[in-house]
Nanobody, 123 residues
């Protein structure tokens, strides 16, 4: 199982960024994929999750209405579209996966993790 994130970088406040996560090595029928982030000195926190088969989504309150999670089953790619970014969104963002039919918010529920991609929001 391999998860590889990309798309991080430096963006100005109010800007947008789209993260991608290519997924390989497992079947997707009953998998849930999630995005988490970890800022310096803080614990890893849930950002968003999606059921791979049905496309049901979940968002942390801090990003709801600004971020959109999606997946492309043809290319086995997970996305996180981030709009209206602010300094509090600065963190390393990780994609994660777990065999489950239910959306999950706790990091220890996830079995597979990517290496992370840095997102910095600064002027």
């Amino acid at each position: 199982v391999q998860l590889v994130e990309s798309g991080g970088g430096l963006v100005q406040p109010g800007g947008s960024l789209t993260l991608s996560c290519t997924v390989s090595g497992f079947t997707f029928g009953t998998y849930v994929m999630g995005w988490f982030r970890q800022a310096p000195g803080k614990e890893r926190e849930f950002v968003s999750g999606i059921t791979w088969s049905g496309g049901f989504t979940d968002y942390a309150d801090s990003v709801r209405g600004r971020f959109t999670i999606s997946r492309d089953r043809a290319t086995n790619t997970l996305y996180l579209q981030m709009n209206s970014l602010n300094a509090e969104d600065t963190a390393v963002y990780y994609c994660a996966g777990v065999r489950s039919s239910l959306l999950r918010r706790l990091s220890f529920d996830y079995d597979h993790w990517g290496q992370g991609t840095q997102v910095t929001v600064s002027s």
